[in-house]
Structure formats: structure tokens, C-alpha cells
């Protein structure tokens, strides 16, 4: 399983991480970025998403019938 954790930084800046999770236990952190502005960190937590998503399969791939 893998969320996006987001903590505060020592410099006061907002960090973004993906984590992934076994078992209940951390067992893989992908640090995202850090960002000084709420436009910043919307990007930081749009591309934590787009890590996340990249790993997923999708039950459908409706892709190979719009041809």
C-alpha cells in the first residue's frame, strides 16, 4: 500500500513523501520534494500521485479498444 505523507521540514518548508507500506511497517519512502508555497506543494502532491499511480494496474485497459 502507498500514501502520501507530508511533514514539516527544519528549514519550516512542507515536505512531500510517497510511502509504502507491508505488513504495517514502512518499508520504502520516496522523497518527492519540498515546497515554500501552497502552488509548490500542490505540484509536489500532484507528481506523489503520479508515482503512485505509474505502480498501479488497471482492472481495464480500455486503451487497446479506441483504436
Given at each position: 500500500?502507498?500514501?502520501?505523507?507530508?511533514?514539516?521540514?527544519?528549514?519550516?518548508?512542507?515536505?512531500?513523501?510517497?510511502?509504502?507500506?507491508?505488513?504495517?511497517?514502512?518499508?520504502?519512502?520516496?522523497?518527492?520534494?519540498?515546497?515554500?508555497?501552497?502552488?509548490?506543494?500542490?505540484?509536489?502532491?500532484?507528481?506523489a500521485?503520479?508515482?503512485?499511480?505509474?505502480?498501479?494496474?488497471?482492472?481495464?485497459?480500455?486503451?487497446?479498444?479506441?483504436?
Open positions: 500500500m502507498a500514501y502520501i505523507r507530508q511533514f514539516e521540514t527544519g528549514s519550516g518548508a512542507t515536505g512531500v513523501q510517497v510511502c509504502y507500506k507491508e505488513r504495517g511497517k514502512v518499508v520504502r519512502t520516496v522523497h518527492v520534494g519540498s515546497a515554500q508555497s501552497e502552488v509548490g506543494l500542490k505540484k509536489l502532491l500532484r507528481r500521485q503520479e508515482i503512485i499511480d505509474k505502480d498501479k494496474n488497471p482492472l481495464f485497459n480500455l486503451n487497446k479498444y479506441n483504436k
